[in-house]
C-alpha cells in the first residue's frame, strides 16, 4: 500500500505472544513503523500514547503470559483516508481470568484499529468482545463500501468475526453503525448501539466449576475464509459456520497455570468441540448477506462445517469451492449454482479473479489443510495429506482442458488385536489431547 509493505505474525494460541505490526519501504526495506496491538510490562515503557492508554484495560501481570492479540490475518488499507485498518486477534492465554485475572478490556484483543498508513500513529478502534475470553479474534477479512444508510452516504467498513454478529463500522470515525447475528449466538443478548459493547450471557465466561454451550465455538462463525461484497448487488457473501463448543474451566488454572512446552493448544480451559448441541452443529452455508437491512438475502447450505473463500465478480456470479471438492459459481441475486466441477479434492482456498490480454480467468487451489481431521465427525469427505490432488486451477470461459482423474481417499481405522482400555490411565488421553488432537483428531 502507497509504497509500504505491512506484515503481522501468528502464534496467540501456543505461546506468550505480544502482537505487533512492521511496516517497510516495499523497495528498500527500510523499517517505518511498528505498532503494539497489546501494551508490555509498564515498567519498560509504553511505546506510544496507545500502548500507554490500552494498558489501564488490563490487570495483573499480564505480560508474563504475553497477551496475545495477533495480526494474523486481516490488514485492510482505504487510500482516500491513507488508514490502515488491523484485524486483531485473540487473547493468550485464551482464559481471561487468567491472562488478566478477569479484569478489564484488554485493548486492542478482538479489535478493529485504525492506524496512519504514513506513521502508524492510531485514530480510532472498535473492540467486538471486551475481554475476549473464548478466542473470538476479529481477524477475518475487513471489506469497504459507500452504503446508504439512514438517508445518507456512510463510509464504511464491515466485517464478520468469529463471535457471530456482522459489523457495520463508520471506517472514518469507527462509530458503529449496526451489528447484528448472522448465524446462531448464545453468548451475548446483542449489541448495545448505545455503547457498542455487547450484552453478554453470564454464563459465556464459564464460571468456576460450570460449563457453558457456546454458539459459536472457537471455530468461529466465519474463519479466515474470506467474504466478499459486490457493489452492484449490494450484498455480502459470507462462508458462514454453524458450530457449537462446550466451554468449561476448573479450579486448577486459576492458581499458577502455566503453558506446558509443546502443547498444541492451551487456553488455559477447557473444550468440548464434541457437545451434543443438535442437528445444526457442524454445518456450513454461502450466505448473502444484505449489510444496510441486516438481513439475509439468501443462504445456499454446503457440506460439513468448513467450506471456501469467496469471490463476487462483474459479471454477477460468485464463487466458492466446498470442502466435499466442489466448485461452484452461483448467480449472485439467487444463489442458484450455474456452473461447478469436481477437481478430485476439497476446495476451500480464496478464489481470485484476474484478467489478461482482455481475457478474465478465475484461479483456485484445491487441497485442504489436515487440521480439519480434528473435527473429522462433521467433515463430509475424509482428509489425507498424503493422497490429495494438490492443484492450481484456472478456469476461463471457453477452457477445453481436461482435470486428471483421481481416486477418493478412504481413510480406515487401524485394528489392534492387543489394546486393552484402561480408564484407570488417563494420561495418554490428555496428553493427545493437549498436544495432539487439534491436528491429528
Known amino acids: 500500500f502507497d509504497g509500504k509493505v505491512i506484515i503481522g505474525h501468528g502464534g496467540g494460541d501456543v505461546g506468550a505472544i505480544r502482537g505487533y505490526v512492521t511496516t517497510y519501504d516495499a523497495e528498500t526495506g527500510q523499517f517505518l513503523w511498528r505498532f503494539h496491538t497489546v501494551p508490555g510490562n509498564p515498567a519498560d515503557g509504553f511505546e506510544s500514547p496507545a500502548m500507554e492508554m490500552a494498558a489501564k484495560t488490563w490487570a495483573g501481570e499480564w505480560w508474563n503470559h504475553g497477551g ?15 488508514t490502515i485498518f488491523l484485524g486483531v486477534g485473540n487473547g493468550a492465554p485464551w482464559n481471561h481470568r487468567v491472562r488478566s485475572a478477569g479484569q478489564g478490556d484488554n485493548l486492542f484483543l478482538s479489535s478493529i484499529v485504525a492506524l496512519s498508513g504514513k506513521t502508524g500513529e492510531y485514530k480510532w478502534h472498535y473492540q467486538t ?3 475476549e475470553s ?3 479474534n476479529a481477524s477475518m477479512d475487513i471489506e469497504l463500501a459507500d452504503l446508504e444508510i439512514g438517508g445518507r452516504t456512510r463510509k464504511v467498513l464491515m466485517t464478520a468475526p468469529k463471535n457471530g454478529f456482522f459489523y457495520v463500522i463508520d471506517r472514518v470515525t469507527g462509530e458503529l453503525v449496526s451489528a447484528e447475528p448472522f448465524v446462531k449466538v448464545t453468548w451475548a443478548k446483542g449489541i448495545d448501539m448505545k455503547t457498542g459493547r455487547p450484552i453478554e450471557n453470564p454464563d459465556a465466561r464459564y464460571p468456576e466449576g460450570k460449563s457453558f454451550v457456546m454458539w459459536p465455538g ?8 474470506p467474504m466478499a461484497y459486490s457493489p452492484d448487488t449490494r450484498l455480502v457473501y459470507i462462508p458462514a ?3 457449537a463448543a462446550e466451554y468449561s474451566s476448573t479450579p486448577d488454572f486459576e492458581k499458577g497455570w502455566k503453558r506446558f512446552p509443546g502443547h498444541g493448544v492451551d487456553g488455559a480451559l477447557f473444550i468440548n468441540f464434541y457437545v451434543d448441541a443438535g442437528p445444526e452443529n457442524g454445518t456450513s452455508s454461502l450466505l448473502a448477506w444484505d449489510p444496510v437491512r441486516q438481513k439475509a438475502a439468501w443462504k445456499a447450505p454446503t457440506p460439513g462445517f468448513f467450506n471456501g473463500g469467496v469471490a463476487a465478480t462483474k459479471g454477477g456470479l460468485v464463487f466458492q469451492g466446498r470442502s466435499d471438492g466442489l466448485f461452484n459459481a452461483h448467480d449472485a441475486e439467487t444463489g442458484e449454482v450455474l456452473w461447478s466441477i469436481d477437481p478430485g479434492a476439497p476446495v476451500i482456498a480464496p478464489t481470485i479473479t484476474f484478467s489478461h490480454k482482455g481475457v478474465q480467468y478465475v484461479t483456485v487451489l484445491s487441497g485442504m489443510v489436515t ?4 473435527f473429522a465427525r462433521f467433515h463430509p469427505v475424509a482428509i489425507d495429506y498424503y493422497t490429495q490432488a494438490r ?11 481436461k482435470l486428471p482423474s483421481s481416486e477418493p481417499f478412504v481413510l480406515e481405522p487401524v485394528e489392534d488385536p492387543d489394546y486393552v482400555p484402561d480408564d484407570g490411565n488417563l494420561l ?3 496428553q493427545y489431547a493437549r498436544r495432539c488432537a487439534v491436528c491429528h483428531g
Do not use: C, Q
Open 68 to 82: 496475545g492479540g495477533t495480526v494474523w490475518n486481516s490488514i485492510t488499507y482505504d487510500a482516500e483516508t491513507d
Open 129 to 131: 468482545n471486551p475481554g
Open 134 to 136: 473464548w478466542d473470538y
Open 218 to 225: 472457537p471455530v468461529g462463525a466465519h474463519s479466515w475464509l
Open 241 to 243: 459456520i454453524e458450530m
Open 371 to 374: 487440521s480439519g481431521t480434528a
Open 391 to 401: 492443484r492450481v486451477l484456472t478456469f476461463r470461459l471457453g477452457g477445453k482442458e
Open 428 to 430: 495418554g488421553l490428555e
